[in-house]
């Protein structure tokens, strides 16, 4: 088959599907459904927008995510946010988000840090 058609077939059945497939990223995360995530993001690297999707809702998912858990380290903790050790919060999703589940793709690297950054000035 040429490579036009299968870029072709791509936008086709992956591009013009992609934000209803990017939905879902959330829901794999929070299910730890490594596999299935993996499989997204392989499926959306075949479109030029698709890393690009990805990026942004695993930023938006990074900054909940990471309100959230700073929000529950608070009330456990009974202290001010200025208390609480960064690092923990950083290494788990580096770890978990980015490199084991995207391999480390810059793109994804440069969003999670985005996204921490945003924790810090918020």
């Known amino acids: 088959m040429s490579s036009i058609l299968i870029g072709k077939c791509e936008q086709v059945l992956i591009g013009e599907c992609s934000s209803l497939i990017v939905d879902g990223f959330p829901v794999l995360l929070d299910s730890n459904r490594d ?55 950083v290494d788990y999703l580096l770890e978990e988000i980015v490199t084991r589940i995207f391999g480390g793709d810059g793109r994804l690297v440069e969003s999670l840090d985005k996204a921490c950054r945003r924790q810090i000035v918020a």
């Open 35 to 89: 596999e299935d995530i993996q499989r997204m993001y392989s499926l959306l690297t075949r479109i030029p927008e698709g890393v690009e999707l990805l990026r942004k809702k695993s930023e938006e998912y990074v900054w909940n995510t990471g309100r959230a858990a700073i929000s529950k380290l608070v009330g456990e903790a009974g202290s001010g946010i200025e208390s609480l050790d960064p690092k923990i919060y």
